[in-house]
């Protein structure tokens, strides 16, 4: 269940903390053959499994990157909901770094640690520490900081 939160700026009481993290989820063959689709990314590691059973370490293919980066906002909401505000704009994803290599099928949870929260005239801006921690060895899969406007 989320944490939830009146109004953007009241997120200022939980800078420098670590909320609860998300649900477990899993990326399977399905997703990344939706998001290969899309995204054009067609390299064998993602889509053959064939050869991925025969040649990669895990014998499963690899979840690519950038489908692991476009869960965070998905999983974000579910880690904390911001009651009212008229919108949100994702204004930057910054220090991108993949950490480890994600197998389909690897069960996975998104860690938040609120960074700032700084009101404008406009906007309030709020930045968080993601990492989408491997769930069985707690280990980083994929870390970035994210930078939401929200109007209010």
Known sequence: MPLRIPRPADLATLVGTELSPSDEFALNQADVDRFVEISGDRQW???????????????????????????????LQQVYVVERFAKCLVAGYSQVRFRQIVGTGTPLALRVKLVSVTPTRSFVRVETECTIMIADDRKPALTVQVTDLYYE
Do not use: K, W
């Not at 059973?53 to 692991?68: D, H």
């Open 45 to 75: 590691i993602h889509s053959d499994t064939e050869r991925a059973r025969a040649e990669l370490p895990e014998g499963r293919t690899i979840v690519p990157g950038n489908l692991l980066l476009a869960q965070i906002p998905r999983l």
